[in-house]
C-alpha cells in the first residue's frame, strides 16, 4: 500500500505524560508550548497519563489533519485545544490507537469541538469489550469501554478495519492489527477481557498505529502505545509501505513495568539497526527507557504535552 509523500509532515502532541514551560529545549524543527496568553503567564498545558496527536500532512499548498487518539480525562485535550489554539473544526478524520482509557478518556469532550459527523476508524476490539486486568480470582481492575452509541450519539461514524487503511486520501496509512513476530515484546501481562465465550487473555489486538511519508526521508510512524512492540509496528509498516527508511519512530513504546523492561535492551538494538533519524518516545514508554535512549541514540527528541514537530 504505497503511501503518497508529503513536503511535511507536523506533529502536535496535544496530550503527554509530561510537560516543563521552564527548560524545554527548542530548535528550527522543535516548538514548545508557552505559557503565556494575552500578555500574561497564565497560559497552562495539562499532563496526563494519556496520549494524543494531532498530525497535518502538507503538500503543496494543501494540508490535511488526522487526530490520533484523545488523551485519559474528558477535558485535558480540549484544554490543551483552547491553549493552543487548535482549529478543531479542520480535523478531516480520526483515529485510534486501541479501546484504553488514557487513549479515548476526552473523546466526547473532543467531539463538541469537531466539525461533525466526522469518521473515526478504529479496529473493532476497542469497542464494546469488557476488559481488565486480572490481579487473582478475585481481583480483577476493569477498564471503562469505549462504546459505539455513545459514539454515535456524539457525531462520530465508527469505521471499523482490522486490517491497514488509507487515510487522508493516501497520504497516512492506519496499520490495523500489527502481527507479532519478534520474541522480546510480551504485550501486558494480566490483561483479559470477556465475552459471550467466556474470559480470554488479551493480547490487545486492536493495537494499532499510523505511518506518513516523508518526501526524501522515509516513513513517520507514530504509536499509541505499542502493545503489539514498537519493533514489530516498524517492521509492519515497512513492509506495508514498501519503505524501509524510517525518519521517525514517535509515540508510546510501552517499556515501563517489570515486563517492558526487561524488553529495553533488545528493543534499543533493534532500533540502532534500523537507524531512524528520530526517536521520539512518549506515554507510555517509562522514565527507564527514555533516560536509555536519551543516553544512546543519536536521534532523541525530547517530547511533551503541548510539543510541535515539524519534519
Not at 496535544?14 to 528550527?28: F, R
Not at 480525562?73 to 490507537?97: K, R, Y
Not at 522480546?184 to 494499532?208: N, Q, R
Not at 517499556?255 to 529495553?264: F, N
Request: proline share 5%; hydrophobic share 40%; glycine share 10%.
Amino acid at each position: 500500500m504505497p503511501l503518497k509523500e508529503a513536503d511535511k509532515v507536523e506533529v502536535l502532541t496535544l496530550q503527554d505524560n509530561y510537560i516543563d514551560l521552564v527548560e524545554a529545549p527548542a530548535d528550527a524543527m522543535t516548538t514548545r508550548a508557552l505559557p503565556i496568553k494575552d500578555g500574561y503567564i497564565k497560559n497552562s498545558i495539562v499532563a496526563e497519563h494519556g496520549f494524543s496527536a494531532l498530525v497535518t500532512v502538507t503538500k503543496g499548498s494543501s494540508a490535511r489533519s488526522v487526530l490520533f487518539d484523545f488523551g485519559y480525562s474528558p477535558w485535558g485535550v480540549a484544554h490543551n485545544m483552547e491553549a493552543l489554539g487548535v482549529d478543531a473544526t479542520a480535523i478531516e478524520v480520526l483515529a485510534l490507537s486501541h479501546g484504553h482509557m488514557d487513549h479515548t478518556g476526552g473523546v466526547y469532550e473532543v467531539a463538541k469541538r469537531l466539525r461533525t459527523p466526522i469518521d473515526l476508524v478504529l479496529h473493532p476490539r476497542a469497542l464494546d469489550t469488557d476488559r481488565y486486568l486480572k490481579l487473582s480470582e478475585d481481583f480483577k481492575i476493569r477498564f471503562p469501554m469505549l462504546k459505539r452509541a455513545e459514539l454515535e450519539q456524539a457525531g462520530i461514524r465508527v469505521v471499523e478495519s482490522t486490517g491497514p487503511r488509507e487515510l487522508l486520501g493516501g497520504f497516512g496509512l492506519f496499520l490495523g492489527s500489527v502481527p507479532r513476530e519478534t520474541d522480546f515484546e510480551p504485550g501486558m501481562p494480566f490483561a483479559h477481557y470477556t465475552d459471550a465465550s467466556g474470559e480470554h487473555a488479551d493480547a490487545i489486538e486492536d493495537d494499532s498505529s499510523l505511518v506518513f511519508a516523508l518526501k526524501d526521508k522515509g516513513l513517520i510512524i507514530l504509536t499509541g502505545c505499542a502493545h503489539a512492540g514498537v519493533i514489530n509496528t516498524i517492521g509492519y509498516a515497512r513492509k506495508l509501505a514498501g519503505v524501509d527508511r524510517v525518519h521517525a519512530v514517535m509515540g508510546g513504546f510501552h517499556l515501563g513495568g517489570p515486563a517492558g523492561q526487561a524488553a529495553i535492551p533488545p528493543t534499543l538494538a533493534a532500533l540502532k539497526d534500523i537507524k531512524p533519524d528520530y526517536v521520539v518516545p512518549c506515554h507510555c514508554t517509562g522514565r527507564t527507557a527514555i533516560l536509555t535512549m536519551e543516553r544512546e541514540l543519536p536521534g532523541f527528541i525530547l517530547n511533551m504535552a503541548g510539543t510541535r514537530l515539524a519534519f
